[in-house]
């Protein structure tokens, strides 16, 4: 659930499409380059913007009471870097704040930034830290795509405190009550998130072993069972 | 299986373990319609100065649009598992033949 159309005032509507449009103009050179040396890597392009699709069109029930969707920019930040995916998360956004009136135009550059970037490169940075201490692929898929779910809504939610502080306890007091509505209702859908990314990379590498290592050597050959009962003890 | 299992079970527990707080009141709307409450709450007086360009006529159109997107995504992941699937299977016969 992103920033509703409007919902921003005017001030950090235009600071938030300032601070995204860095990374969007170095994702779309990325992007091109991409497709430039590997063009074989565009059905994997595909897939991962698929998956984005897909699970951002998933508005799921959760605990508080409330539904979400997840973001399912894990999968791509891992396979092509939070760069390429700041982009693909740009045009989910675009989608739906033109067809669907979720999210919005005069909010989409805080909605990029939370969801395409900030998402990206937490999932990114995890998965990367994670293949730094050796841990199992799956648990690093895991965590990446889960906690970079979960610090999307959390950026969402210091978000909307920054431009609606509490008039009496300030940033904080908002803070406090937007993370109630969007980072509590996303933990079990972060959850739900990784257990996905997990699956589909899996039968990503057993399908496409070859160009899924071209992208992430660390990635080659699957140990299928290991990986379905470890993460089904995490769920 | 067993993720896909984990995930189902994550999205049926809400259903059956949140119950609404008074008699008739809807649950399971939406995050983004909390946070506009409790934007009301803490501003009164803020009116949202943009409206989105086109909206979705009816509920059922907006369902339809979720599904679409929903479809084209999936679409995408399953035509990129089923061709590299396929060209790995003309690749050997062989084990086209038994598998």
Not at chain 1, 24 to 43: F, H, Y
Not at chain 1, 117 to 140: D, M
Not at chain 2, 14 to 19: A, G, I, Q, R, S
Request: with cysteine; hydrophobic share 50%; net charge neutral.
């Amino acid at each position: 659930m992103h920033i509703m159309e409007g919902y921003l005032p005017v001030g950090h509507a235009v600071g938030w499409s300032l601070a995204s449009a860095p990374f969007l103009v170095w994702g779309i050179r990325k992007l091109t380059k991409q497709l430039r040396e590997q063009p074989e890597s565009r059905l994997v392009l595909g897939a991962s913007g698929g998956f984005a699709f897909a699970l951002s069109a998933l508005k799921l029930p959760s605990v508080t009471g409330s539904c979400s969707h997840p973001t399912g920019v894990g999968l791509g930040a891992i396979l092509f870097g939070p760069a390429t995916m700041c982009v693909l998360g740009f045009v989910v956004l675009l989608f739906q704040a033109l067809l669907l009136a979720h999210g919005g135009l005069t909010t989409i550059g805080a909605n990029t930034f939370s969801m395409a970037i900030v998402g990206s490169f937490v999932a990114y940075g995890l998965y990367r830290g994670g293949a730094t201490l050796r841990l199992p692929t799956n648990l690093s898929v895991f965590l990446a795509a889960a906690l970079g779910d979960l610090a999307t809504y959390t950026v969402t939610s210091f978000q909307l405190a920054l431009a609606f502080p509490d008039p009496v306890n300030g940033f904080a007091g908002s803070a406090v009550k937007f993370l109630g509505v969007f980072a509590v209702t996303q933990i079990p859908l972060a959850i739900s998130e990784g257990l996905l990314t997990v699956l589909v990379l899996n039968l990503l590498r057993s399908h496409a072993g070859e160009q899924i290592t071209a992208l992430v050597p660390a990635l080659k050959g699957v140990s299928k069972w290991s990986s379905t009962t470890c993460c089904s003890c995490l769920a | 299986m067993l993720l896909l299992l984990g995930v189902v079970v994550l999205a049926l527990i809400p259903l059956f373990t949140v119950k609404p707080a008074h008699e008739g009141e809807e649950i399971f709307g939406g995050a983004d319609g909390h946070a506009e409450s409790a934007i009301t709450e803490i501003r009164p007086d803020y009116q949202p100065w943009f409206t989105p360009l086109w909206e979705p006529p009816s509920g059922e159109i907006e369902s339809l649009l979720f599904g679409l997107q929903a479809a084209l995504g999936a679409g995408a992941i399953a035509y990129c598992l089923g061709y590299y699937r396929g060209r790995r299977g003309a690749a050997k016969p062989a084990d086209a033949a038994l598998g």
